[in-house]
């Protein structure tokens, strides 16, 4: 199967139905928390009410969210063999889920249950929708978290070990496990670790606090660390 | 007479601003790391901007913002290099560039691509300052016209020409846009003091910083998409000739020249427009009126000029809505509200009114900039086109680094940083699904923006058509239908033309029936007559008489 999509030259289809399902699942739970998050203020004017611009921002999220997803170039993924040819089964899903957003909306009224049921349809459809390439790029998307927790671990560890000692050993680490390994490159994550501290913390002062490490340093040189590195 | 003295009289007031060392290292700093950031294919200047806005909070309004301004400014200069150089633009604007300035550099005629680039983009940066001096004092006197109901006007129109410029992402720019306005609202309502989305988390109550936000989905996202990917190999060539030609070549083309800049100032003032419109309509014009279309795309030097002029005239002009109403058009301007909210400069009507020095010493940084990054570029472009073969997975590092400077110095919060890192996840899906995150950015500024004027507005207003009954809301109210009508119809034709396309190209069905069907009439119809009359034929007795 072909990552391209004939309908959309300018844009990959990759991922793009989970995306979509993922959003509007996210939506729709923002959606029904609104009366929970947000008040209603009896004696206010409709502009003035705390409800009124997240209601905006979260029904517009919904909506076309919902229009894009709908507008996606879809196919059928190829259900089982036994799916397909058991009519029984099609129709006890279809059953299974009317009977629950009927059962929904009884308990909760047809308003309150609008985004569950939306809910549902959307995990339904995207069931539906999803293919291999869809898996694939969420893999891809999972990748990305180890980069996140290099980040935090840095954030976590300058407090601890303090700006320049962090970033010194940061910038070589990462360029090393980046595939960099010759002697040229390390030492060029060295020289940028050493200039972005020097600019930022020592020549412009921006705001980053003093390391625990630093507190066992002698005294001069610990007030000169805290403050410039 | 009297106009020319109050004019030198107002430059004459506003260079007491500039005429201070550190506002002339800003300026130095400011263009030559535009340029810098620009000639980087990966980095760009929103990166750049929302890595150096916290370190510009504690400088004065003007050293921040000639700061941020130069690399706004310049680094269209720069990622001009790469995109004639190697074919990949250095910034996303510099697109175009590529189109005409490549060809001539596989032609052997790299310098004279650079030197029009560089000659085109300084005409377009200087008439646009030029433009903007001369309209400060009109806009003086428009600006205090502008009321609550105005202003949320004109927001709601930045907003939907956003959202409208996105062609064929539509839908999902108003969802982004959506969920910019959502993201505003979190926190305390200062109005009701009461929660909104808050889930009764104290880190959510003081709401979602636009800055965090800004860093995860334009540096953080970049930082990993460059570490994701793979290294490029560059292959420079060399530059022979002289870097001046182009000013002479410029000059005899002053018409395209004119008109593109005309476009940018034009293009760059209506918010949420920018650079591509600009730059397309101008290269569309210069083409329509050519002598010699065909050229156009394959090295064409009037090409490259409309499409280097009008981009560069667009910074400047984008100042005038932030300035005189408060409204960002793009992400780079709504970066640098928050950096006239934190030193309590705020931007619209008033600051035409108090503080006009202030205004024109940033249009004069502006103009001394782009003098600045031409002698620059004169002097220093054989070694500045080296900073293209930085690896791309090492900038990803750099970046990732200068990200937590950005994060991190805010408030010195880790659940700043957690939010970054997310935002920046979600940018980086986005980029990856080519998908627009610029509508978040200015959702929130925008949202927050529409929030108050139109709950100020609405307390004068008793029926809906009071709200357009002054002339300027009324203009604005037209042109948000117009936008409207304009784009229903662009997609309406869109979908008519798709679909003719898709009957017009419809191959039969593949499924199995469907062949089954169609070899059965076959057999029967044209190979049964061929072969009946085969059989026929060697059937039938000679009646040759030989």
């Known amino acids: ?229 | 007479m009297d106009l020319i003295y109050a004019f030198l009289e107002q430059i004459g007031a506003s260079s007491s601003y500039l005429a201070r060392w550190d506002v002339a290292l800003a300026l130095f700093v400011g263009s030559v790391g535009g340029v810098l950031i620009g000639a980087i294919p990966g980095v760009g200047p929103a990166v750049a901007i929302a890595i150096l806005l916290p370190a510009t909070f504690s400088m004065d309004p003007i050293v921040g913002l000639t700061v941020l301004l130069g690399i706004y400014g310049s680094s269209m200069y720069g990622g001009s290099i790469p995109a004639i150089l190697i074919n990949t633009p250095g910034t996303a604007v510099n697109a175009l560039t590529t189109y005409d300035g490549y060809p001539m550099t596989t032609r052997g005629e790299a310098r004279r691509a650079l030197s029009l680039a560089y000659s085109s983009s300084f005409f377009g940066g200087i008439f646009s300052v030029i433009c903007l001096i001369f309209f400060a004092p009109i806009l003086a006197k428009i600006a205090p016209m502008f009321g609550s109901r105005e202003i949320f006007l004109a927001a709601l129109l930045g907003l939907i020409l956003v959202v409208t410029a996105h062609h064929k992402h539509t839908l999902i720019a108003a969802a982004m846009a959506c969920f910019g306005i959502w993201l505003n609202t979190i926190g305390l309502h200062t109005a009701s003091f009461s929660k909104r989305y808050t889930y009764d988390q104290s880190w959510l109550s003081g709401g979602v910083n636009l800055i965090v936000v800004v860093l995860g989905l334009f540096a953080l996202s970049q930082a990993f998409t460059l570490l994701q990917g793979d290294d490029e190999k560059v292959r420079l060539t060399k530059l022979k000739g002289s870097f001046f030609q182009g000013f002479r070549e410029l000059a005899r083309h002053p018409r395209i020249a004119g008109v593109s800049a005309s476009l940018g100032v034009l293009m760059g003032m209506i918010p949420g427009v920018g650079e591509f419109t600009a730059q397309f309509m101008s290269y569309t014009y210069a083409q329509k009126s050519s002598k010699r279309p065909e050229d156009f795309g394959h090295g064409s030097s009037e090409g490259l000029i409309a499409a280097e002029t009008a981009n560069n005239a667009v910074p400047g002009a984008a100042m005038i809505p932030l300035l005189a109403l408060g409204i960002p058009g793009e992400a780079l301007t709504a970066m640098m509200l928050s950096v006239f909210y934190v030193h309590n400069v705020i931007p619209g009507p008033q600051l035409f009114q108090n503080d006009m020095d202030f205004v024109v010493a940033l249009y004069l940084a502006l103009l001394i900039l782009n003098v600045l990054v031409v002698i620059f570029l004169l002097i220093a472009t054989n070694q500045l086109i080296k900073v293209v073969k930085i690896p791309n997975r090492f900038l990803g590092v750099c970046i990732l680094i200068l990200s937590f400077v950005g994060v991190y110095s805010l408030r010195n919060s880790f659940t700043d940083c957690i939010l970054a890192a997310a935002f920046g996840i979600f940018g980086f899906v986005m980029k990856r699904l080519q998908l627009p995150v610029v509508p978040i950015v200015l959702g929130m500024v925008l949202g927050g923006i529409m929030e108050v004027k139109l709950r100020s507005a609405m307390a004068r207003v008793k029926t809906p058509l009071d709200f357009i009954d002054r002339p300027i809301a009324a203009i604005l109210f037209v042109m948000i239908i117009l936008v409207l009508i304009l784009h229903f119809r662009r997609v309406w034709l869109d979908h008519t033309k798709r679909k003719a396309n898709e009957w017009s190209t419809s191959h039969a069905s593949t499924s199995f029936p469907a062949i089954l069907s169609r070899r059965r009439n076959f057999i029967l119809t044209e190979r049964g007559k061929k072969v009946r009359g085969k059989r026929k034929t060697f059937s039938r007795r000679s009646t040759d008489k030989s």
């Not at chain 1, 004939?6 to 029904?32: K, M, N, T, Y």
């Not at chain 1, 995207?126 to 990748?143: C, G, N, Y």
């Open chain 1, 1 to 229: 199967m072909s990552d391209e999509i004939s309908e959309h030259p300018d844009r990959p289809i990759r991922g793009q139905i989970l995306f979509a399902a993922l959003f509007l699942i996210c939506a729709l739970v923002l959606l029904a928390g609104i009366e929970e998050q947000t008040k209603w203020l009896s004696k206010k004017s409709l502009f003035s009410q705390p409800r009124f611009w997240p209601a905006i921002g979260v029904g517009g999220m919904v909506l076309f969210t919902a229009l894009h997803f709908w507008q996606l170039p879809k196919k059928p993924r190829t259900l089982p063999r036994w799916m397909r040819e058991a009519d029984w089964f099609q129709w006890a899903e279809s059953l299974f889920w009317a009977f629950t957003a009927l059962s929904l909306s009884l308990w909760l009224g047809p308003l309150r249950a609008a985004p569950y049921v939306g809910l549902i349809a959307t995990v339904r459809l995207a069931w539906l929708f999803m293919h291999w390439v869809d898996r694939r790029e969420f893999k891809i998307w999972l990748s990305v978290f180890e980069w996140a927790g290099w980040f935090l671990a840095y954030v976590v560890l300058v407090p601890i070990l303090g700006y320049l000692p962090m970033t010194l050993l940061f910038a070589p680490l990462l360029t090393w496990r980046i595939g960099y390994r010759s002697r040229l490159m390390f030492w060029v994550s060295i020289g940028f670790a050493l200039c972005v501290v020097l600019v930022f913390k020592s020549f412009l002062q921006v705001k980053i606090p003093g390391a625990a490490f630093y507190e066992h340093l002698p005294g001069a040189l610990r007030s000169f660390f805290i403050l410039n590195f």
